[in-house]
């Protein structure tokens, strides 16, 4: 699975962003898809995913009511539209798959096979 991730750039707080996450190689049945994040100096971590088969989310309580995950199943795409951006949402944004993700492991980096190449968000104050 090859996945590119775009539509970064940077933004005032309190904008607008969305991300988009392209795959291909393979459909994305029975996958689970996450979005991460990295700051400067600081470890990987996440910010959403969904599981692609019963489309069900999960999210950072960091970001919960301001970002959303949505996927469109003919595209092969997952989106993460991000909104009432803050300063400390600045990093590189990255999406991931894996197969057969349970429910529980989402949130967990090294369940996730196959990663993006990143796209930088930039929030400014």
């Known amino acids: 699975v090859q996945l590119q991730a775009f539509g970064g750039g940077l933004v005032q707080a309190g904008g607008s962003l969305r991300l988009s996450c392209a795959a291909s190689?393979?459909?994305?049945?029975?996958?689970?898809v996450g979005w991460f994040r990295q700051a400067p100096g600081k470890e990987r971590e996440f910010v959403a995913a969904?599981?692609?088969?019963?489309?069900?989310?999960t999210y950072d309580d960091a970001v919960k009511g301001r970002f959303t995950i949505s996927k469109d199943n003919a595209k092969n795409t997952v989106y993460l539209q991000m909104n009432n951006l803050e300063p400390k949402d600045t990093a590189v944004y990255y999406c991931?798959?894996?197969?057969?993700?349970?429910?529980?492991?989402?949130?967990?980096?090294?369940?996730?096979?196959?990663w993006g190449q990143g796209t930088q968000v930039t929030v400014s104050s």
């Open positions: 991931a798959t894996g197969r057969g993700i349970v429910t529980s492991s989402l949130g967990n980096v090294r369940a996730y096979a196959y």
């Open positions: 190689g393979r459909t994305l049945v029975n996958h689970g």
């Open positions: 969904l599981k692609w088969g019963g489309g069900s989310t």
